[in-house]
């Protein structure tokens, strides 16, 4: 079969070069970044990923040299594109003028080649602080951006390409065209599909597992659900057990409504634990959210090995399956050069040293939420099902925010000034929040502060996107950007010590009820990828309260996002609604992209 490698350098969308390249029916592999040239000649092109080191530091990941021997087309994506310049002798350095994050327009200056069938302007998405700063031996530009003129470059003659952007995100309009042209400049034959991937999935599963069982933790939720299917397909339902655990961090009645979906799914074996005593008690006085997440996925697997007791199974017998999709892998560090944005309860300590033991299968581990959808409607599943919003494994307790105390980074009051200053000729004004959230920026976790835009006008979303980018930008305290539902006046902002309780996760279900019975009574579901509601342990202008957080968003495969723009009317209900919840002070709307944002706010 044809097929293409990706160098993984570690960037966050790295498999998601893979995942488009498929979604051409084109087979593609993931491959690590110093393999040696002598085992890619059999590969019709070649990929460099992007990646969140810089190139001219000594301890950076390099590739072979003589892959730029091999005769085949290359190129490079964002870190790859500095890389392709820099092993040919051309200078890459930090320029903080010159970085760029989120859309950002290029002119075309050659339409062929990578670049064939485009328009005179395209629409780019940008993630770097680095640039290449001079053009390589025998190169030529074939796009530009206002802070970058060799945002895109061509060698024609060896058919190498390298681009600043990142055309493997749905942000950049044309991606796929220019996917596709690269894949015909690599004479590759179209022989991939779902089902290929179904029944090669089965064998493998067949040989992974052998004489033994798997004991399957499920949620309800699509990849869990998926997962189970195809293991039961491959070994048979009789060899699958299922375990749902009640962590008390569900939606409002979601225990009930998930073991009734999980049993017409066929799970016909399946234990049902309540375990939210156990961890309430060790989530006790934990903030972090890093370390809620380690805790968590830790429990998960102490619950589970006490299962198995009660039962009396052997544990030689039995291999624990999960859920897991790439997005979890690659956000936890999982792969060999990626940084760590956050750890997903599935990729904790615990669980990556049964992996190692070779004591765990996850059928869907290489594929994205698209992917992982395509795959349970070819296997049947109700749609209902397999369209089903995203849930976290750690469910609510990462959407409800704890925190001992407040908190200002260095300097905020001058670079919150200084913002005020640059946007009052919009009529906007705007606060820096004391507390954080998790982000994702040039390929990085970050923890920063959101900030808060007080928006007198009709809502502009087009305006609020440019803005909200553009701050964030410029601005390295912040990572995220709010607006107010309703304006109000804030006179004071107080962050209440707040952690994990029941008490805290009832309000967040009644408001996350609230959100869900509300899109889906507008009949804007669908319009929806996943609709997280966050609650913040921030009281405005009074001495006790929380505050909701609307964190709607559009994707296909989580590693990118953009906000959903509701309409105003509609959005003024929704909070008028949540208001009347007792405890609720205010409520707000996460207007920010993914990156810088991540999906969910830990």
Same mark, same amino acid.
Request: aromatic fraction near 8%; charged fraction near 30%; include cysteine.
């Given at each position: 079969?044809?097929?293409?490698?990706?160098?993984?350098?570690?960037?966050?969308?790295?498999?998601?070069?893979?995942?488009?390249?498929?979604?051409?029916?084109?087979?593609?592999?993931?491959?690590?970044?110093?393999?040696?040239? !002598?085992?890619?000649?059999?590969?019709?092109?070649?990929?460099?990923?992007?990646?969140?080191?810089?190139?001219?530091?000594?301890?950076?990941?390099?590739?072979?040299?003589?892959?730029?021997?091999?005769?085949?087309?290359?190129?490079?994506?964002?870190?790859?594109?500095?890389?392709?310049?820099?092993?040919?002798?051309?200078?890459?350095?930090?320029?903080?003028?010159?970085?760029?994050?989120?859309?950002?327009?290029?002119?075309?200056?050659?339409?062929?080649?990578?670049?064939?069938?485009?328009?005179?302007?395209?629409?780019?998405?940008?993630?770097?602080?680095?640039?290449?700063?001079?053009?390589?031996?025998?190169?030529?530009?074939?796009?530009?951006?206002?802070?970058?003129? /060799?945002?895109?470059?061509?060698?024609?003659?060896?058919?190498?390409?390298?681009?600043?952007?990142?055309?493997?995100?749905?942000?950049?309009?044309?991606?796929?065209?220019?996917?596709?042209?690269?894949?015909?400049?690599?004479?590759?034959?179209?022989?991939?599909?779902? !089902?290929?991937?179904?029944?090669?999935?089965?064998?493998?599963?067949?040989?992974?597992?052998?004489?033994?069982?798997?004991?399957?933790?499920?949620?309800?939720?699509?990849?869990?659900?998926?997962?189970?299917?195809?293991?039961?397909?491959?070994?048979?339902?009789?060899?699958?057990?299922?375990?749902?655990?009640?962590?008390?961090?569900?939606?409002?009645? !979601?225990?009930?409504?998930?073991?009734?979906?999980?049993?017409?799914?066929?799970? +016909?074996?399946?234990?049902?634990?309540?375990?939210?005593?156990?961890?309430?008690?060790?989530?006790?006085?934990?903030?972090?959210?890093? =370390?809620?997440?380690?805790?968590?996925?830790?429990?998960?697997?102490?619950?589970?090995?006490?299962?198995?007791?009660?039962?009396?199974?052997?544990?030689?017998?039995?291999?624990?399956?999960?859920?897991?999709?790439? %997005?979890?892998?690659?956000?936890?560090?999982? +792969?060999?050069?990626?940084?760590?944005?956050?750890?997903?309860?599935?990729?904790?300590?615990?669980?990556?040293?049964?992996?190692?033991?070779?004591?765990?299968?996850?059928?869907?581990?290489?594929?994205?939420?698209?992917?992982?959808?395509?795959?349970?409607?070819?296997?049947?599943?109700?749609?209902?099902?397999? /369209?089903?919003?995203?849930?976290?494994?750690?469910?609510?307790?990462?959407?409800?925010?704890?925190?001992?105390?407040?908190?200002?980074?260095?300097?905020?009051?001058?670079?919150?000034?200084?913002?005020?200053?640059?946007?009052?000729?919009?009529?906007?004004?705007? @606060?820096?929040?004391?507390?954080?959230?998790?982000?994702?920026?040039?390929?990085?976790? +970050?923890?920063?502060?959101?900030?808060?835009?007080?928006?007198?006008?009709?809502?502009?979303?087009?305006?609020?996107?440019?803005?909200?980018?553009?701050?964030?930008?410029?601005?390295?305290?912040?990572? @995220?950007?709010?607006?107010?539902?309703?304006?109000?006046?804030?006179?004071?902002?107080?962050?209440?010590?707040?952690?994990?309780?029941?008490?805290?996760?009832? =309000?967040?279900?009644?408001?996350?009820?609230?959100?869900?019975?509300?899109?889906?009574?507008?009949?804007?579901?669908?319009?929806?990828?996943?609709?997280?509601?966050?609650?913040?342990?921030?009281?405005?202008?009074?001495?006790?309260?929380?505050?909701?957080?609307? @964190?709607?968003?559009?994707?296909?495969?989580?590693?990118?996002?953009?906000?959903?723009?509701?309409?105003?009317?509609?959005?003024?209900?929704?909070?008028?609604?949540?208001?009347?919840?007792?405890?609720? +002070?205010?409520?707000?709307?996460?207007?920010?992209?993914? %990156?810088?944002?991540?999906?969910?706010?830990?």
């Amino acid at each position: 079969m044809d097929k293409i490698a990706v160098l993984d350098f570690g960037g966050q969308y790295a498999h998601l070069i893979a995942n488009r390249i498929r979604r051409l029916n084109v087979y593609s592999e993931i491959v690590d970044a110093d393999i040696p040239a !002598e085992k890619l000649k059999d590969y019709k092109g070649i990929i460099f990923s992007g990646g969140p080191q810089s190139v001219y530091d000594i301890d950076s990941i390099k590739a072979d040299e003589a892959i730029l021997d091999l005769g085949v087309p290359l190129l490079g994506i964002c870190y790859g594109h500095q890389l392709l310049a820099f092993m040919q002798g051309s200078e890459v350095r930090h320029d903080k003028q010159s970085s760029e994050f989120g859309l950002t327009n290029m002119k075309v200056k050659k339409a062929e080649g990578l670049f064939k069938s485009l328009d005179d302007e395209e629409v780019v998405w940008m993630s770097h602080g680095d640039i290449v700063a001079e053009l390589p031996s025998g190169y030529e530009v074939i796009g530009s951006t206002e802070k970058g003129e /060799w945002a895109a470059i061509a060698n024609f003659e060896k058919n190498f390409y390298g681009v600043q952007f990142h055309l493997e995100v749905t942000h950049t309009k044309s991606g796929m065209q220019m996917l596709q042209n690269f894949l015909d400049l690599c004479q590759v034959k179209k022989e991939w599909s779902i !089902e290929k991937f179904i029944e090669n999935e089965v064998k493998a599963i067949e040989k992974k597992v052998g004489d033994k069982k798997v004991f399957m933790l499920v949620s309800g939720g699509v990849d869990s659900t998926v997962a189970f299917v195809l293991l039961s397909r491959a070994l048979g339902a009789e060899r699958v057990y299922g375990l749902f655990v009640d962590t008390g961090f569900l939606r409002w009645k !979601e225990r009930e409504k998930v073991e009734k979906t999980l049993r017409n799914a066929g799970f +016909t074996n399946l234990h049902v634990k309540d375990a939210s005593n156990e961890y309430y008690e060790a989530l006790k006085g934990i903030f972090d959210p890093e =370390l809620k997440r380690k805790i968590i996925g830790d429990l998960f697997i102490e619950v589970q090995q006490k299962i198995v007791e009660e039962l009396q199974l052997d544990p030689n017998e039995w291999l624990l399956g999960q859920g897991t999709i790439y %997005p979890d892998t690659i956000e936890s560090g999982g +792969t060999k050069h990626a940084a760590k944005i956050k750890t997903h309860h599935n990729r904790v300590e615990a669980i990556e040293k049964l992996i190692e033991e070779g004591k765990v299968i996850e059928p869907i581990a290489q594929l994205y939420k698209d992917e992982v959808r395509k795959v349970g409607e070819e296997m049947g599943l109700p749609k209902e099902m397999v /369209w089903r919003h995203p849930f976290p494994g750690p469910g609510l307790a990462v959407r409800c925010l704890c925190a001992k105390e407040e908190f200002y980074p260095e300097g905020y009051a001058v670079v919150e000034g200084k913002i005020n200053d640059e946007i009052e000729k919009t009529g906007i004004s705007a @606060r820096i929040l004391p507390l954080q959230s998790v982000g994702v920026q040039g390929d990085y976790r +970050t923890y920063r502060n959101p900030l808060l835009l007080k928006i007198n006008d009709s809502l502009d979303w087009k305006m609020i996107n440019q803005l909200a980018t553009q701050l964030i930008n410029q601005n390295e305290i912040v990572n @995220r950007a709010l607006v107010h539902c309703r304006p109000v006046e804030i006179e004071h902002m107080y962050v209440n010590e707040s952690f994990l309780t029941p008490e805290r996760i009832e =309000l967040l279900q009644k408001a996350d009820d609230i959100v869900d019975n509300f899109i889906k009574e507008n009949k804007i579901n669908d319009d929806i990828w996943q609709f997280p509601t966050v609650l913040a342990p921030l009281s405005v202008n009074s001495a006790r309260g929380e505050t909701v957080i609307l @964190r709607p968003v559009q994707s296909e495969e989580a590693m990118t996002a953009n906000f959903y723009p509701m309409q105003k009317a509609l959005l003024e209900e929704l909070c008028d609604r949540l208001m009347e919840l007792d405890g609720i +002070t205010a409520v707000f709307f996460d207007v920010t992209n993914k %990156p810088p944002g991540t999906i969910e706010w830990e």
